[in-house]
Nanobody
């Protein structure tokens, strides 16, 4: 059974930091891309950051150098260090992995991040 277990969400004041982590288990195929998406109320789910197995990273424009994504291929974990948070970063953050050979996507259950002004 595939599991993506997220941790690290919570409530923080504007300007603060949070670190999200996601532990992946039960996947028998090769994991290509690992990443984080977010969804605020009334909005579509959007990419925050993703990293390939080779270490290529993409960030959304709104990250603007505030967030850092990293992964541990041996442990099948992906983390997102979020700094200089603003109320606009408030959303449910979802861990995502995409596997070979068919590009199957798996999602975590989501973790709430709330930034107060």
């Amino acid at each position: 059974q595939v599991q993506l277990v997220e941790s690290g969400g919570g409530l923080v004041q504007a300007g603060g930091s949070l670190r999200l982590s996601c532990a992946v288990s039960g996947i028998i195929f090769r994991i290509n891309t690992m990443g984080w998406y977010r969804q605020a109320p009334g909005n579509q789910r959007e990419l925050v950051a993703r990293i390939t197995s080779g270490g290529v990273i993409n960030y959304a424009d709104f990250v603007k150098g505030r967030f850092i994504i990293s992964r541990d291929n041996a442990k099948n974990t992906v983390s997102l260090q979020m700094n200089s948070l603003t109320p606009e970063d408030t959303a449910v953050y979802y861990c995502n992995v995409q596997t070979s050979p068919w590009g199957t996507n798996y999602w975590g259950q989501g973790t709430q991040v709330t930034v107060s002004s």
